[in-house]
């Protein structure tokens, strides 16, 4: 008889390409999936999972906690690989580089970063591939401006050689720079047609928002896609669209029965969370979206800001500030109907937009754990996956565990795999596929983070494996385990 390094024995399998969902033993040697048999299976290490499920290892696609801590507490939402597309990396070589120096819990990948490779060309920023290039300049309106044609052949240029280098796309932050000429946007998707790999867009404003915005936001984006023939990404659809989600997936709906390729992603949450200093929270355009100065908090910060003479004050002083946005209220239901709605929009991804920890005291050791105690970050970090499936599976009964399961594996492995190769092996509990895999009781799953809690790890992940190696084992992390692995085009 054929014995495997490890055996998840009698546990409910959910493979959503093939539509498996039956008790099986899972074999899995050298960090590969060996065998899914109805029948018994030796092994070195047999784990017995019965009554709980075994799925594909969660992929986000949307996470900017990329460094181990933030790692740590995605795996404990049953996270196995996070990739930054949104925002992106520039040098990507460079982000890439410093994870695989630092080591990683989790699988990690990046997209290149339109923003930052523009803010090198329009300020001379000197860029080392992470976050901080792009918050400490997010307010600067010098970069935010239309450019020249020699300009954004420059930057298409940069761009082009980071593709080169690995990126898994194009990450554009339009909606930081909503004034920008939408002919450039369309290079950036013509640029990415070209290398078949998707572009990943936070649109900038949706007209009813900004009357006088360049273009709508999302006609933007689909006529990118039939113009250029790029797969096109719509980031976090429910905190841009907002109460006007339907309207904008109707676009997405009408351009795919076109023949082009819109893809889409969605959190439950309705509090978004960003740079203080992007040009939509200027205190004269909040009423846009139906906001006020209160509506926003600085993460770390008791309360929320009181008025618009604060808020400028800190749109000056700390730009890169995070900052909680409260879009919608998620505890009314008529509200949430609208998260709701993007959520189980068609083929729609669960991803996070998880941001990086801050601890309120200063950084700390960055590898110990448990996390302080006053770290903190968007509930979304560190639950998005639990809440996902407390809510939409088991509360109200709008998506089966096998859908909701797939919206969090396959949905994303197919976005990012149809030019990643290595995509094509996570995403499924099938012979030949990545031991990324995430074992979870569903009558217990749920999130635990708060707004006031923010980084409360989940529970009911009872165990996450990354290349067949535990990063969690009955519920607890395990801080020496390193087993990510860089994804790259």
């Known amino acids: 008889m054929t014995s495997y390094d490890l055996v998840l024995a009698r546990g409910r399998v959910i493979d959503p390409e093939t539509g498996l969902d039956a008790v099986r033993d899972v074999g899995i040697t050298g960090g590969v999936i060996r065998a899914v048999s109805g029948r018994p299976l030796a092994g070195t290490t047999r784990v017995d999972v019965s009554g709980l499920v075994v799925s594909p290892g969660f992929i986000d696609l949307h996470s900017h906690s990329m460094d181990v801590a933030g790692h740590r507490l995605q795996a404990l939402d049953g996270v196995t690989t996070v990739l930054e597309l ?15 120096i630092e080591g990683r819990p989790l699988n990690y990948g990046f997209a290149t970063s339109w923003a930052v490779a523009r803010m090198a060309v329009l300020l001379g920023l000197e860029t080392g591939g992470g976050l901080d290039d792009f918050l400490a300049n997010v307010g600067r309106e010098e970069w935010q401006r239309a450019a020249t044609q020699g ?23 339009v909606g930081y720079a909503p004034r920008i000429d939408p002919s450039e946007y369309l290079a950036v998707a013509a640029l990415a047609a070209r290398a078949g790999l998707p572009t990943y867009t936070h649109a900038r404003e949706l007209v009813e928002m900004d009357p006088g915005t360049p273009i709508d936001g999302a006609e933007e984006i689909v006529r990118a896609a039939a113009e250029t023939g790029a797969h096109m990404h719509y980031c976090h659809v429910n905190s841009t669209s907002i109460r006007h989600v339907d309207r904008v997936l109707g676009l997405v709906e009408k351009v795919r029965a076109e023949g082009s390729r819109v893809t889409t992603e969605a959190y439950p949450y309705g509090a978004g969370m960003t740079g203080v200093g992007a040009a939509f929270l200027a205190p004269e355009l ?51 109907a609208f998260i709701q709605r993007a959520l189980t929009f068609t083929d729609a991804a669960v991803a996070t937009d998880a941001v990086p920890l801050l601890w309120r005291s200063g950084t700390p050791d960055p590898l110990s754990w448990p996390l302080a105690r006053d770290a903190v970050t968007h509930p979304r970090t560190a639950g998005t996956y639990g809440r996902t499936l407390r809510r939409l599976v088991r509360e109200n009964g709008v998506m089966s565990l096998a859908e909701a399961v797939r919206r969090c594996t396959l949905v994303p492995a197919d976005v990012v795999g149809s030019g990643v190769p290595a995509m094509r092996r996570k995403g499924r509990v099938q012979v030949g596929c990545d031991a990324d895999l995430t074992v979870f009781d569903p009558e217990t799953v749920s999130d635990r983070a708060t707004y006031t809690e923010t980084a409360r790890p989940s529970a009911g992940f009872v165990h996450v494996l990354v290349g067949g190696d535990f990063v969690v084992r009955d519920e607890h992390l395990l801080p020496a385990a390193m087993p990510g692995r860089p994804v790259r085009s």
């Open 151 to 173: 300009a954004v052949d420059a930057i298409v240029g940069m761009l082009e050689r980071d593709l080169s280098d690995g990126a898994l796309g194009i990450g554009i932050l």
């Open 86 to 100: 949104e925002a992106g990396a520039y040098p990507v070589a460079a982000a890439y580089r410093r994870a695989e």
């Open 286 to 336: 909040l009423h846009r979206r139906g906001l006020t100065p209160h509506s926003i908090g600085l993460l770390g910060a008791e309360g929320r800001i009181a008025d618009a003479e604060t808020l400028r004050g800190v749109r000056e002083t700390e730009p890169g500030s995070a900052a909680f946005v409260h879009l919608l209220d998620e505890d009314d239901p008529a509200e949430f």
